[in-house]
């Protein structure tokens, strides 16, 4: 098992706070606000219905458990091991059946079951991996040919250190301080470069906005600080 690819001390940020992932007012609250918006981006590109769908670096489920109420098969993977015992907690309670989760990376996953996914999600992952380009990579073994792979990630520039950083984790505390590391955020020529190389096609980007007044967040095409991107394994 391939395991290298991980920071020790990225994975004990997620697990000192896992008993906080399903309180919406928490540190997670900025992913509760956006699981919407995303799920529905997703759902309109790939269809979720009956699909089978492995969301890669799913922490407490937010997503992973929303997908398979749209009638998802899911698999959510991580390497925080309390993050996923909250993630299957929580899917006893809310009573969500088609959704399992699994302690493994993805790289070790996709030479477990390359091939066997229809849509691949790993969002807000990336940043927090010593080698994302392998997390990719991995992504793209796991889809099948013609399959979706979604990744959301933050833009790297002096605007999204403001943004991201200085505003999200210092003015706005939205996040805790030292939650992300800006030498670790990723352009998004730097997402494609690596997507095409692993045999992705880029299919579009959207831009995550935020308005700390209103407290709301929306889709658009500033990519400038956060972003998702989707992409197509060929057929
Ligand atoms: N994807 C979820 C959680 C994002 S937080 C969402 O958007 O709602 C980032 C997650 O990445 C955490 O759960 C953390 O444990 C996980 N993570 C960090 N490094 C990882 C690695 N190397 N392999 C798998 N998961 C990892």
Redesign the pocket.
């Known amino acids: 098992m391939n395991n290298t ?3 020790p001390a ?2 004990s940020k ?2 000192d706070l896992a008993h906080r992932w399903w309180d919406p007012e928490s540190e997670f609250r900025p ?1 509760h606000h956006i ?1 919407p918006l995303r799920l529905e981006w997703i759902h309109q590109q790939a269809n979720l219905t009956g699909k089978r769908v492995v ?5 407490g489920g ?2 992973a458990e929303a997908m398979a109420s749209k009638g998802a098969d899911v698999l959510g ?4 091991t309390k ?1 996923l015992k909250v993630a299957q907690l929580h899917a006893l309670e809310s009573g969500v059946q088609n959704v399992r989760y699994q302690e493994i ?2 790289e070790a996953l996709a030479s477990e079951q390359a091939g066997q996914f229809d849509v691949v999600t790993c ?3 990336l940043e ?2 010593p080698d994302p380009a392998s997390v990719v990579q991995a992504c793209a073994k796991l889809v099948k040919p013609g399959g979706w792979v979604f990744f ?1 990630t933050l833009n790297r520039n002096p605007k999204s250190f403001l943004f991201a950083i200085v505003g999200a984790e210092y003015v706005l505390k939205l996040l805790p301080r030292g939650t992300h590391e800006y030498a670790r955020f990723i352009k998004p020529s730097e997402l494609s470069q690596w997507a095409r190389e692993a045999g992705l096609n880029v299919q579009g980007f959207k831009g995550m906005e935020y308005n700390p007044l209103s407290r709301r967040y929306w889709l658009s095409q500033d990519t400038s600080v956060n972003y998702l991107v989707a992409t197509r394994r060929e057929a």
């Open positions: 690819n991980v920071d990225e994975l997620f697990s992913l699981n969301d890669v670096g799913c922490g937010i997503l993977v991580d390497l925080a993050s990376s993805a969002m807000e992952m927090h991996v959301s």
